[in-house]
């Protein structure tokens, strides 16, 4: 990434060296090394490109001029995919259906098409109180509200749509029936985010931001909303690492290298080679290291860069254990880690 007064340098970092290994166009990519000058007033890093001649070294980083750094663990940048609960409020009717009453659920999808709260999709799912069972009714919203999420211009789908206290959490879709759910006594209808569609370099991996809800029902002479709506996002179990976003850093980063234009001039381009796995379940974790580099004389400029080494934690700890116990003792750099590094 390179703006107007800072560039970043991104490494991915599959193996650490010990500090007597020698490292060469002969070693595993992504293999990489932490080395310091004769004189011990700067660091750098040794690192094994994809490619046979992918030997390079860091920037050298003056121990004096560090601004900042910081390590982040994968499990501290995934994505909870966002869910909610539905269910009837126990102030409306004592939470019992009114029979021959409306019940409408809102689903407000926001950034749909654009980026900004200007740009919502509204989906909504309805059905008629024919009982006082709240089981009919969860089951009769949800199975309206997939039908509406089952239009033919709909790109993507958008939520997962289950029922609460289903023990085999199956999915209503357009194509459920009412007798699919005969085994099922629902408390509530759940919504759940579901992953969106992304393409390397094309199509960034997007989340979905929506809001729930119910509308309101005649009860006691005066309209009431009918339903409570809790966010349980905090303790989904379903998410979404940032191996895609680490993907995206990697592609963006190394196009000034080498694949300026985006493979505009294939097949004669220049390929760049990425080692960045989007698949990875765990994620990446990441250590930045902000620094500035400032020149002599009259070239007193001051440029900010970092340095940032991506790879599972086990390996990134290496680094860490380096810099703190030796690298840089006697500094005063402190290195920030996050909740579960």
């Known amino acids: 990434m390179f703006t107007e007064n800072q560039s970043r340098q991104l490494y991915v970092v599959n193996s650490v060296l010990a500090a007597g290994t020698d490292i060469d166009n002969q070693s595993a ?33 003056n121990k004096c001029r560090i601004m900042d750094i910081r390590a982040t663990a994968a499990d501290d940048m995934k994505h909870l995919m966002k869910k909610v609960e539905i269910a009837l409020d126990a102030n409306v009717n004592g939470g019992l259906p009114i029979v021959g009453q409306d019940y409408v659920l809102n689903v407000n999808i926001c950034g749909y098409i654009a980026n900004g709260n200007d740009s ?38 958008m939520v997962k749509i289950t029922l609460k206290d289903d023990a085999n959490n199956t999915e209503i879709t357009s194509k459920t029936k009412l007798s699919d759910l005969s085994g099922i006594t629902s408390t509530g209808i759940i919504l759940e985010e579901v992953e969106q569609p992304w393409r390397l370099g094309v199509a960034k991996q997007e989340f979905v931001d929506f809001t729930v809800q119910p509308s309101t029902v005649y009860c006691n002479g005066m309209d009431m909303v009918w339903g409570e709506v809790t966010d349980v996002t905090a303790s989904n179990t379903n998410f979404l690492p940032n191996s895609k976003k680490v993907a ?41 290291i902000h620094y500035f580099y400032e020149g002599n004389s009259h070239n007193v400029g001051h440029s900010e860069k970092t340095i940032t ?33």
């Open 29 to 61: 990519a992504g293999a990489t090394k932490l080395g310091e000058t004769a004189d011990k007033q700067e660091f750098f890093f040794q690192h094994k490109g994809a490619t046979e001649d992918g030997l390079q070294r860091s920037d050298l980083i």
């Open 120 to 157: 919502i999709k509204v989906k909504f799912g309805a059905a008629k109180a024919f009982t006082a069972v709240a089981d009919d009714l969860y089951k009769a919203i949800a199975l309206n509200l997939a039908k509406n999420f089952s239009s033919k211009i709909e790109p993507v789908k």
């Open 248 to 288: 995206e850093m990697e592609y963006q980063f190394h196009k000034n290298r080498g694949d300026v234009y985006g493979r505009q001039w294939y097949p004669t381009d220049i390929e760049t080679i990425l080692m960045i796995n989007p698949s990875l379940a765990a994620g990446y974790s990441m250590v930045d």
């Open 309 to 341: 080494l991506v790879g599972e934690k086990t390996e990134l700890d290496k680094i860490i254990s380096d810099l703190e116990s030796t690298v840089l003792s006697g500094y005063n750099v402190p290195i920030r880690k996050s909740a579960n590094w």
